[in-house]
């Protein structure tokens, strides 16, 4: 469990890094090596990868429509169809990141699957 | 097998990245857009952003402190001239960067490099008339002087300044959302914002319209549709004042009556994108003698059209050489409407013809030689490069003569039936020129004659300048280089095959129509007649509004003891002179008895209409609906007789030939037998009038400020980056002439005591960032006519509590 919230909470971090340095799919490479570094499950390694850019996004652009009013969340809102609602428009972005580190750290843990394979499962 | 899962995570990782990484139509890539820390959100700006700073630029050449009030306006304080334009530079960038770009693509044909093949039209339109070629000659003659060299060097470094710092995330979001980046500012960008503006001041024309009028009616009913006097005429200059002997005789060429004015050849161009015949605006400055305090006041309201980011940007620059406040073009240097230590200058635009064509004659298809003044003469090509979205080029070939490039020919079908004929514009915006020094030397100005070098420099678009100065001056001037031409020369397209049917000249500066203290205690200006046409040496052309500068001028010999709030009530009044004008007409002749209940409530509520433009009420939408009815049933049979339906002549042609005969020839319908009275004409239109005013009314549409239904667009026509609910008071005829996108773009009211007291606004925000709460916040206080003070800050006030952030810049 502590694996997987580390694995969550390294993962925004490094994702965040990449994002002052690199344009914004630096967290796929983010999401892809934090997996590789930490042996997970495919299935849980997905959803650290993807909950750790999700996280992240929404705590980052939360963050920055509150200190905004929404002023500009609302406008694009509508821009792009989503009617205005600024909490919508949060989700999508989140989920956009999200889904990209969620498919990129799939990949890293089996990538390391491939180097270091599992060991079967002892025989009861 | 056990790579395949690999694989397959990571395509499908790589496809979303692809996914999100394209621009889709017109969508933005998404991952990049939304991401938080390098899309969008990164231009939602706190709203208590503290915009404080200590910068290090390169090539300023001493310390300098940029002071951000309250409502963040800049104030420069700069130890030279070169460094206060290099900041103005700076800030313009800063804070309306995309704006100022996309102006000058739009005014040099570049639009198709933003939105594909759909933006060629435009661009060739530009290119023909030959924006380029003009701002090309523009720079040269601005890098010839000194001065201006310095002042266009300065702002142009202070701009890439900016520029060169840009990181990615803080791009302006329009360059996000279509998907560009912004290049490095030049003095020929500077030119081109100044051609921009030329453009829409100096660019009106009628000619191809009036050509075909001509040919189908015959030239004696176009004169009367199109005559080039008003009976309500009120000029500039009331009496000519200068009495002087023309330095130019201007004749008609011989022959010119068959050839040109009774000549019946049809053309078939329709010119699209023009600019707003609405363009106005009013100014005025009253001596001490009418004003509480003693002091003259200076007031303007440049009417433009409305867009979001605004045209104008507020701003202080202040140096050793001048203190100057007031509203700057982001794209130029200078402060261009506003005052300094001593005086206060404004501009409403003279409204002449400077735009003419004339019809050439090429020996062959190749265009290689055109016929002139009785030979083959060499055509200058000129190869206009538009780049398109994807990168292909499409070159135009653009044939140039003595005349001028010609704009349409065969190859530019643009929105033309082609006719296979060459038509060569002469424009005078294509002329020697350097109009940045006007700015530079208003703002130096201490006196009259600091003044009258400053207007010297004004060629194009020629403006009324007006001025009033601490020592009690006032004066104003129908400034700007025109030609001199003899009686319809230019309205119509002209032959263009030897010279006699060019300008003769120039008008020399001298014979410009100007007032210096005159004895009715005021000068003013609202786009009316500079002088008398019917006694002015020089045909005038154009279009000129006469109703405001009636009113204006009605009011100021009126009052006297003026204060700062009468000038505020006078700019915003919404006071209809026309309507007061031809409501009697329409009173008297529409017949209430025949009305049935509906048509009569709106009788009635036509009948007890105040005769304001106001936003809640339904007169003068009823007024307007049942004007614009009648104006169609007189005009339209004619007008479809030449294939022009809804080309109406100027509306006070209409009121005065009904107030002066009521019997006047137009009102019969020539598609009937019978013979129409201005009775059964203003009948008909009032019924019809009713209906649309019912149906409005049913929808809740018959107010004013909804029928109105004033907005203010973003220049990328992003609706919600723009305001489209302003629901405000004002109209075409009033001196506060709010239009549907278009009105008093910058109101402005100075006082010249001791202390001058300033007051403005316009309807926009300082900063051009549709994510900054700076963005539109001036424009609900605009639309209920109000106003801010405008604080003409000192050095020694910069602990003031109105100082809310302090940019300290050093050399870097």
């Known amino acids: 469990m502590v694996k997987y919230i580390l694995s969550i909470l390294v993962t925004a971090l490094m994702a965040f890094v990449s994002g002052l340095y690199m344009p914004w799919w630096g967290i796929a490479i983010a999401a892809f090596l934090v997996s590789a570094a930490i042996p997970q499950k495919p299935a849980f390694s997905f959803l650290s990868g993807f909950l750790g850019v999700f996280l992240l996004w929404e705590v980052l652009a939360w963050w920055i429509d509150n200190k905004n009013n929404g002023i500009l969340s609302q406008k694009i809102s509508t821009l792009i169809g989503l009617g205005g609602s600024s909490v919508l428009l949060i989700v999508v972005t989140s989920i956009i990141g999200a889904l990209v580190a969620g498919f990129a750290a799939l990949a890293g843990t089996y990538l390391r699957r491939l180097i270091y394979p599992v060991p079967p499962p002892e025989k009861v | 097998m056990k790579f395949v899962p690999v694989l397959i995570s990571s395509a499908i990782t790589i496809l979303l990245i692809i996914i999100f990484n394209t621009r889709w139509g017109v969508a933005p890539p998404f991952g990049e857009f939304l991401s938080p820390q390098h899309g969008f959100w990164q231009n939602a700006e706190p709203v208590d952003k503290d915009f404080g700073q200590d910068l290090q630029l390169p090539g300023l050449k001493d310390p300098a402190e940029i002071y951000l009030d309250d409502r963040l306006v800049p104030h420069i304080f700069a130890s030279n001239d070169d460094d206060a334009f290099y900041l103005q530079g700076f800030l313009h960038a800063k804070f309306r960067l995309w704006q100022m770009e996309f102006q000058t693509y739009a005014a040099a044909g570049r639009v198709s490099e933003l939105i594909g093949p759909k933006g060629l039209n435009y661009d060739r339109q530009k290119r023909r008339l030959g924006m380029v070629y003009a701002a090309e000659k523009a720079v040269a003659d601005m890098e010839k002087d000194t001065v201006s060299k310095a002042t266009a060097d300065s702002y142009t470094a202070g701009v890439n300044a900016y520029i060169t710092t840009l990181k990615e995330s803080d791009l302006p979001i329009e360059y996000k959302l279509l998907g560009y980046r912004p290049e490095l500012w030049t003095n020929l960008k500077t030119a081109l914002f100044q051609k921009f503006m030329s453009l829409d001041l100096a660019g009106f024309e009628t000619d191809f319209e009036f050509t075909n009028l001509r040919s189908m009616l015959g030239y004696a009913t176009f004169n009367k549709m199109f005559p080039i006097s008003q009976d309500s005429l009120d000029p500039i200059i009331p009496a000519d004042t200068l009495n002087h002997v023309p330095g130019i005789i201007v004749k008609a060429p011989p022959g010119s009556d068959s050839a040109y004015l009774h000549n019946n050849d049809t053309v078939s161009v329709q010119v699209t994108n023009k600019p707003d015949k609405d363009n106005g605006s009013n100014n005025w400055a009253v001596s001490g003698i009418k004003t509480k305090s003693g002091s003259p006041i200076l007031c303007n309201d440049p009417h433009l059209g409305l867009n979001l980011p605004s045209l104008w940007y507020e701003m202080q620059i202040s140096c050793p050489s001048f203190n100057a406040y007031g509203a700057t073009f982001p794209g130029a240097p200078g402060v261009i409407i506003g005052f300094n230590d001593s005086c206060a200058f404004g501009f409403t635009n003279a409204m002449r013809d400077v735009r003419d064509y004339y019809e050439i004659t090429f020996k062959d298809d190749s265009r290689k030689e055109y016929w002139y003044n009785g030979q083959w003469t060499p055509t200058d090509f000129r190869f206009e490069h538009i780049i398109l979205k994807d990168s292909t080029e499409y070159i135009d070939t653009v044939a140039y003569t003595v005349f001028g490039p010609v704009m349409y020919d065969k190859s530019f079908s643009g929105s033309r039936k082609t006719n296979n004929k060459y038509y060569a514009v002469r424009w005078k915006a294509h002329d020697a020129g350097n109009e940045l020094m006007i700015f530079n030397r208003l703002d130096h100005a201490k006196n009259y004659a600091d003044y009258l070098e400053a207007i010297k420099w004004l060629h194009t678009p020629g403006q009324n300048v007006i001025f009033a100065c601490k020592n009690g001056d006032i004066a104003i001037s129908a400034q700007g280089e025109f030609p001199a031409k003899w009686k319809r020369q230019g309205d119509f397209v002209m032959p263009g095959t030897d010279s006699s049917y060019m300008w003769q000249g120039m008008i020399p500066q001298s014979e410009n129509p100007y007032m210096y203290n005159p004895e009715r205690g005021f000068v003013s200006s609202a786009n009316q007649y500079p002088v008398n046409p019917l006694t002015s040496p020089y045909y005038l052309g154009g279009e000129y509004h006469n109703y405001r500068g009636l009113m204006i001028n009605r009011y100021l010999n009126q009052m006297t003891e003026i204060g700062i709030e009468d000038m505020m009530k006078l700019q915003t009044d919404t006071?209809?002179?026309?309507?007061?004008?031809?409501?009697?007409?329409?009173?008297?002749?529409?017949?209430?008895?025949?009305?049935?209940?509906?048509?009569?409530?709106?009788?009635?509520?036509?009948?007890?209409?105040?005769?304001?433009?106001?936003?809640?009420?339904?007169?003068?939408?009823?007024?307007?609906?049942?004007?614009?009815?009648?104006?169609?049933?007189?005009?339209?049979?004619?007008?479809?007789?030449?294939?022009?339906?809804?080309?109406?002549?100027?509306?006070?042609?209409?009121?005065?030939?009904?107030?002066?005969?009521?019997?006047?020839?137009?009102?019969?319908?020539?598609?009937?037998?019978?013979?129409?009275?201005?009775?059964?004409?203003?009948?008909?239109?009032?019924?019809?009038?009713?209906?649309?005013?019912?149906?409005?009314?049913?929808?809740?549409?018959?107010?004013?400020?909804?029928?109105?239904?004033?907005?203010?667009?973003?220049?990328?026509?992003?609706?919600?980056?723009?305001?489209?609910?302003?629901?405000?008071?004002?109209?075409?005829?009033?001196?506060?002439?709010?239009?549907?996108d278009h009105g008093p773009s910058w109101r402005m009211i100075v006082q010249l005591t001791k202390n001058t007291e300033a007051y403005g606004i316009y309807p926009g925000g300082q900063s051009g960032n549709p994510g900054s709460p700076y963005y539109d916040n001036f424009v609900d206080n605009w639309a209920g006519g109000k106003y801010y003070p405008l604080w003409m800050m000192s050095k020694d006030e910069e602990t003031d509590k109105r100082v809310k952030a302090i940019i300290r810049v050093t050399k870097l």
Not at chain 2, 690 to 717: F, P, Q, S, V, Y
Request: hydrophobic share 35%; charged share 30%; glycine share 4%.
């Open chain 2, 575 to 740: 006071y209809n002179p026309f309507a007061a004008m031809a409501r009697p007409v329409l009173m008297k002749f529409i017949d209430s008895a025949s009305l049935n209940t509906d048509e009569l409530k709106y009788y009635e509520l036509l009948k007890d209409w105040d005769l304001h433009y106001e936003a809640d009420g339904k007169g003068a939408s009823i007024f307007n609906i049942t004007w614009d009815s009648l104006k169609a049933i007189v005009w339209n049979d004619d007008l479809e007789k030449a294939n022009m339906p809804g080309f109406y002549p100027y509306n006070s042609t209409l009121l005065e030939g009904i107030l002066r005969d009521t019997a006047f020839e137009f009102v019969d319908n020539i598609k009937t037998p019978e013979k129409e009275t201005l009775r059964q004409d203003l009948n008909l239109a009032f019924k019809k009038a009713a209906k649309t005013c019912k149906n409005l009314d049913r929808e809740g549409k018959l107010n004013w400020g909804k029928l109105k239904d004033t907005h203010i667009e973003h220049l990328a026509k992003i609706d919600p980056f723009s305001r489209l609910d302003i629901d405000n008071s004002g109209g075409e005829y009033a001196i506060n002439s709010v239009k549907k």
